[in-house]
């Protein structure tokens, strides 16, 4: 049976992030929707990573010749018109037809950057060619076969993405329960994956199978040694995700990690972890400017943007809300998107007081009482 | 379509005040009640301004020879009754159809100071004149157009208001919500603007517009030389309002201000800030007695005015409860709100053991446990 | 019209104190239960003082050769079956036909002391009647007339009550909500009031009027040399009731109070005061076992007694729970509230390793994570 | 009248732990339920022993090398397929009719160990015979009278048991408001008790008993030397099951135990202590690795046995899941709530970052925030 889904390419209407939510499960196909928004066993951490945002809070300065705040920063030497990026995130096409061709493009028309998935269901290629001017960095899960990770890595340094995210939290699946209840598979193939099929007689596409199934083909086995080989093989900047130990940092940074993403995935790989806010500011703290720190899990407000560059990221990104985005208006909702962040946080930079992103990163939060 | 509000001219009974607020909601506009009452974004810091209150215990001392407490005191020599004045509020006229002239009465009877606003629907003159005898502030919000700054800064010298109170946490309006939802305009004329207007080219009253657009038109780049400025040209006090962090006040001091006005705008500005309360103490701490500090946002009984002066305020100021009064009872409305307030005040007073304001001062709270 | 209430004397079945409150409330006056079960404003002190128990753990010791635990105590040399006694409560009339004759008919078969409160409603003369073997204490309420003060001291003494109780905490009504909403007045005289109306022109019997009107004509300002007029006039203990504040004790102990009654007066009278437990510890570090410490407020479980006692009180008082013992089943009603507590209390300490008194308050108690 | 209870032996689906209580609850008798599933009076600690979980978060490692985590351990000697073990329950018969004959089988084929209750609805024998090849432990309650305690552990030393436990914290019942309400009392006979009766003038079976009735008739008096009488009687390891506080180990170890089971007994006993996970973390320290430490109460989750060996346990025990398992399922209901865990504790371990169990064991926790 085809998979039925978003064709949808319109302005949208935003009051909130949140709020958009349920208007997409409204329309979404039900196990997509519970793979899409789910978390891993009760949820807990999940939920966390919005609500530990409330940890810390924001003491608004005044009378610091404040006006029209700017937001633009740069990462990697490529400016970006605020410090948020597009998170990578499997399978677009759950929810939009166009997939992350919409998605990459929406990200492009923001002056953002876009991070595509190896679980894509657009290739590599065909991510580039649908909007070739955006920045986009390359998100890899590394497969037990270095003839795959070759070849997706040779595709994405041609097509002249700026960086390899290198996946380092999901060497299985988090145990999902929505997918589990829902007997959730993709009803689409991961486009990388079948093209590496047709080519080879690799792993299969992913159609027809759950996050885990897929996970468990990959490699379990990562090392820190993956983080030069892969530096080596691609002289791109290689960007370590899933980060959530302080212990962790300091042998990451002497393997070579040109940046540290501190992420939970989402709360969908181990739940009984803090929500991903609570980890960041010691994160930071070790990393000590090192090389850039970027951010995930839980964003849904420009002020939790503001708390988390408060905290000692240099860049947010955003996943769920950008895909509520694309499945809502296609390329103009995932930018809607992209500029609601943008209107809160440019609201919460004038009235904290702070001008510029550097000044947001100075600014001191208060713990909640 | 001519906007239908209170004509009320009654005494009011009070069990509590909080319970005013849903009496209040059932009579009014709902686009003007939710202008009233909401605050920004998920309004978080509007829920907590009130439960922060709980984060201190009152200790209550025994055998202290109270008796009919004295809550009298003073602010810039003006002699008051209890240490409650009226917070500064836009636009009384959404809740009565005499507006603030009909607030600043109330608040004369009850022995206290009325703040008026800008952004009020009865003028500087209109308000001196509605009660002469009555101690009054006068709340700046600064233009980009000096004259009108002048201008309206002559009226008040001219008609002998005590101080200025400089708003510093409103360059821009909080993203408030319930306004977006309800497309909420001003429905009647801002009485300062609209004279101002029939005399000059300047901005427009206000009058269809919503609170964020009349912000915007007014002065985003205020600065530390503001407060030298109105000093130099008005010779009153001036309050700098919208205080949130301790690290503002020694140039907020040295640059001349007379007063620290603690508050988060009732948590309309800027979410993910404290509740208003949380932040006065070490504020206060740092001011150290060098000026009046003035507290508001959640006060709501009585012992949140005896906490907020155990925390370091020498004065609390009250919003949304004295334009509840003002729309169930006209003057005497308000008055009964202040009435109120005094007497649940006068009961913790003697039940804490503390005869006099400085007693009340010196009071050392518990942390909740 | 007459005032009807309870005539019960059985038995009752108790599985827990708590679920004796709805059967309670179901079968009384409205206005009389609100005036019983209530607090003071928004009731969170009141809450609290239940809520609070849960800030402290008990760490059960194993192996410690406990059988048949012994809860026998004493004070002021009165040996008592159990660490409990009756907190002293205004007008048991409202609950039950026989008042506090009953009462203290049941708190003396429970092998306990009763407390009668100046407000009863029965006299001083009438409860040492109706239990003349019952170890009783007599709580003062100070009139503004000494005549009075010292008439109802001279029966106190007379009838043998073996301390005196002065409270502290009173001298204004708190600010009780559902007495205002139920517009509650005593429908009975209070009967000391009345022998004294009936002897003197002094005030009236109470009949009609609330709680506050009626603490509102005692005095006001009491102070420390109360405790010393007391004591010299009576040659009895005196203990200070309503003490909530550590900053209060070396005063107290220097004025000559016998005994120091840690109470909030179970939520009525000062709200956003701590829950009384949370209070206990530190004023008991401070009195450091010079006289002793008696605590109420809340109390609803043996497992409270048993924290209590850990924390620093000598001995426990119970208020409204053995008024719905004495609504439910007079005399005996009363007895199984008590006897209920000790089987709880005695299951505690068997299962916590503690085989007397002085091993739970060697207990040590764990902060609560 | 026959109680009738479950005769499944088939495979379960288990989504999770939890989701598996209310399917038993439907199918159970409402009073053995009760007892099954209640604890004792407000039930605060049963509930803090699943939360308190959430007190310390998992900081997963990244890059670690890590592929097919494994998971066994061992205790005494024995070799066991993961650090679970049966936690010892009476009257496995209210929710099997086949009893502790189908757990232990259920539990050999998890490649775990089985506790045997003394109030089993088995004879120490009857387990023995059912599964032989199973480790097995032996929980004692002590009598008062010698002659059964040594008639007990003689059968389990001849059967082959390989350590006794002995319950520390059950000299009382603790007050069980379910048990009351019900009126609950065993169906069925407690076959170790039964055999005893019928050899001797001894203790009746337990049928027609309450759990109360039964702890008091057994020994309430144990003491320190409990631990070397059984320890020189048996040969056998003894381990101490119903360990709350740090202050008992010293005297414990010395004294002989050999091995030290925090536990609250699963919330049964007494309310108002910790959530026995708040507890574990002191008391391994102070064990310091001298003793194995096991662990139960409130374990549902893959991540809480994670959070309970990072916190110092050397083993985890399950309770009431395993008896879930056992009515929806007999032997192999059991065996796949075994499974169920190990699956959830092999993906925690690996995305964890933790190859073997002493890797877990090294982890940090962090504080929640």
């Given at each position: ?113 876009f ?21 986009k ?6 497969s ?6 070759h070849?997706i ?7 002249g993405?700026?960086a390899?995210?290198l ?8 145990y999902?329960?929505s ?21 080879t007689?690799?792993p299969?596409?992913g ?20 983080i ?34 501190v992420?939970n995935?989402?709360?969908r ?19 000590a400017?090192?090389v ?6 839980g ?10 560059l408060a905290?000692?990221?240099?860049i ?10 694309l ?30 992103i ?11 009482k």
């Open positions: 049976m085809a998979y039925h889904t978003s064709t949808e390419e319109r302005p949208i209407d935003i009051v909130n992030i949140p709020a958009l939510e349920p208007i997409v499960k409204a329309k979404m196909n039900k196990g997509a929707f519970g793979y899409l928004a789910g978390g891993a066993e009760s949820e807990i951490t999940l939920r966390e990573n919005v609500t530990s945002f409330e940890h810390k809070k924001i003491l608004p300065r005044v009378l610091r010749n404040v006006e029209k705040p700017d937001m633009s920063t740069e990462l990697f030497g490529i400016h970006i018109d605020a410090p948020i990026i597009a998170a990578p995130i499997a399978a677009h096409g759950l929810v939009h037809e166009q997939a992350e061709k919409d998605t990459v493009q929406g990200v492009g028309a923001a002056g953002s950057i991070s595509l998935s190896t679980y894509g269901n657009a290739t590599v290629d065909e991510v580039a060619q649908a909007s070739p001017d955006t920045a960095f390359f998100q890899l899960y590394m037990k076969d270095d003839d795959f990770n070849w890595l040779d595709m994405a340094v041609n097509d993405y700026k390899i995210i996946t380092a939290d999901s060497t299985l699946g988090g999902r329960e997918d589990i209840m829902n007997n959730f598979a993709f009803p689409l193939p991961m486009k990388n994956l079948a093209a590496w099929a047709a080519k007689a690799g299969d596409s159609e027809g199978e759950g996050i885990a199934a897929i996970y468990a083909k990959a490699k379990q086995k990562l090392s820190l040694a993956d030069k080989a892969i530096k080596d093989y691609t002289h791109l900047p290689v960007i370590v995700k899933g980060v959530q130990s302080p212990l962790d940092i300091e042998d990451l940074l002497n393997a070579g990690a040109d940046g540290i993403w992420s995935h989402g709360g790989q181990i739940d009984g972890a803090p929500g991903s806010f609570d980890t960041l500011a010691e994160i930071a703290a070790v990393v400017k090192r850039p720190v970027i951010f995930d899990s964003v849904r407000r420009g002020q939790h943007i503001f708390k988390a905290s000692g990221a240099d947010v990104a955003i996943g769920r809300p950008m895909l509520w985005g499945s809502l208006g296609g390329v103009q909702g995932v930018t809607d998107v992209y500029n609601h962040f943008k209107k809160e946080l440019t609201i919460d930079m004038q009235l904290a007081g702070t001008q510029t550097a000044d947001v990163k100075n600014t001191v939060l208060a713990d909640a």
